[in-house]
């Protein structure tokens, strides 16, 4: 069965330092693996998607994320973090084909120190 | 384009009585789902729609009831709330390149 894990429930940073949210998923094939973004009181905004080729993708706000295939593993990096990525991150895993049901992971709050 | 809009916004209900959340999208979505969020456990597919007519159940449809008798529509139903059923439900679409679209989400207050 599909499964997405984010160990990291808080993780708090200081404005500036460089940020790396963790992801691991289960899933028999190549999945399409999604983060997405939701700040207080909004819905979910898609940061980035990984469906095949190049491992390390980029997103909008200067997130990027990496696929490693040996470690079941998308995790998200930011390389200088802005008070405003202050927000609660979720992962994905989607279906390739047939029903495209999405399995999310219980997301991570990130606090950001001025 | 409005996206993935939800009405209503905010909603409190007495135990027992029943409601319908719309979802509406203007992207010409084929598939459209409705989740749950509550504290510490991320998002719960309820039911899905693959297409104008159909419906599926998610991981907890228990409660719930759903319709899409429209292409853009997606209806969720609850017959009789529960205070269990307190939560945030948001709806979503999935697009060509099989992101999801999200609505900004209904808050349920079930008493």
């Known amino acids: 069965a599909q499964s997405v894990t984010q160990p990291d429930i808080h993780i708090t940073v200081s404005e500036g330092a460089s940020l790396e949210l963790r992801c691991n998923y289960s899933y028999g094939a190549t999945p399409y693996l999604f983060w997405y973004v939701q700040s207080p009181g909004q819905g979910l905004q898609l940061l980035l998607k990984y469906f095949s080729g190049d491992t390390l993708v980029q997103g909008i706000k200067g997130f990027e994320a990496e696929f490693k295939r040996s470690q079941s593993s998308f995790n998200l990096r930011k390389p200088s973090v802005h008070w405003s990525d202050a927000a609660e991150y979720f992962c994905a895993v989607g279906e390739v084909v047939g029903t495209y049901k999405y399995i999310f992971g219980t997301g991570t709050r990130l606090k950001v120190l001025a | 384009n409005a996206g993935v809009t939800q009405t209503p916004k905010f909603r409190v209900l007495k135990t027992g009585q029943s409601m319908t959340l719309l979802c509406a999208q203007d992207?010409?979505?084929?598939?459209m789902y409705w989740y749950r969020q509550d504290p510490g456990m991320g998002l719960r597919l309820i039911h899905y729609?693959?297409?104008?007519?159909?419906?599926a159940k998610g991981e907890v449809p228990d409660g719930y009831n759903v319709s899409r008798l429209k292409k853009q529509n997606f209806l969720l139903g609850l017959e009789s709330a529960a205070p269990s059923q307190t939560s945030v439900y948001f709806c979503?679409?999935?697009?060509?390149?099989?992101?999801?679209?999200f609505g900004p989400g209904t808050r349920l207050t079930v008493l």
């Open positions: 979503a679409s999935t697009g060509q390149y099989n992101e999801q679209f």
């Open positions: 992207m010409n979505h084929e598939y």
């Open positions: 729609s693959v297409g104008e007519g159909t419906t």
